[in-house]
């Protein structure tokens, strides 16, 4: 007898890999130092905006019960993990456009996406906002490398573990 998998909500499905795709974007077109000053990397706010955007109805859909329960047969410590791994995404998802917004914001570059200018979040400041910066920009490659591994998991759950965790976000 075939097990019925339980995937997540189109909508959850849909907003996961718009949100992936716009994580990466944002990476691959981000830049540093003083030239972001006279040249503000705007595809770069765009696709940090597009992933803060993102994120608010993913999580308003996730705990309007858009995640479909674990498989039971998953072990508990696996199912912490899980949680604790999806909270981290969730918390970069989050924190990466607003400490970008901020640096870019305390660095007096206009946030401006499709013509519309976004209110500083900060007053400039001199000398420039290094700690926030910094944040942002390591901040960036971390959450790559912890979205590589959430990936890499997703693979460990289907190739090693062959349960159906994949599946479930797969339209």
């Known amino acids: 007898m075939e097990r019925k998998v339980q995937h997540y909500s189109q909508f959850m499905i849909g907003l996961h890999w718009f949100t992936a795709l716009c994580v990466v974007i944002a990476w691959l077109l981000s830049e540093g130092g003083p030239k972001i000053v006279r040249n503000p990397p705007t595809w ?36 912490l993990a899980a949680k604790a791994g999806h909270g981290v995404l969730y918390l970069f998802l989050i924190a990466m456009p607003l400490t970008g917004w901020y640096a870019a914001s305390a660095l007096g570059i206009p946030v401006t996406v499709w013509g519309v200018t976004l209110p500083a979040l900060t007053a400039p400041v001199q000398p420039p906002p290094g700690i926030v910066a910094e944040l942002h920009s390591t901040g960036g490659t971390v959450f790559l490398v912890l979205a590589g591994l959430h990936g890499l998991m997703a693979l460990y759950h289907r190739f090693v573990l062959r349960d159906d965790t994949l599946r479930r976000m797969m339209p």
């Open 44 to 79: 770069h706010f765009v696709f940090g905006l597009a992933v803060l955007l993102l994120v608010v109805p993913r999580i308003i859909a996730r705990l309007a019960g858009g995640a479909p329960p674990f498989d039971p047969h998953m072990p508990p410590l696996l199912q």
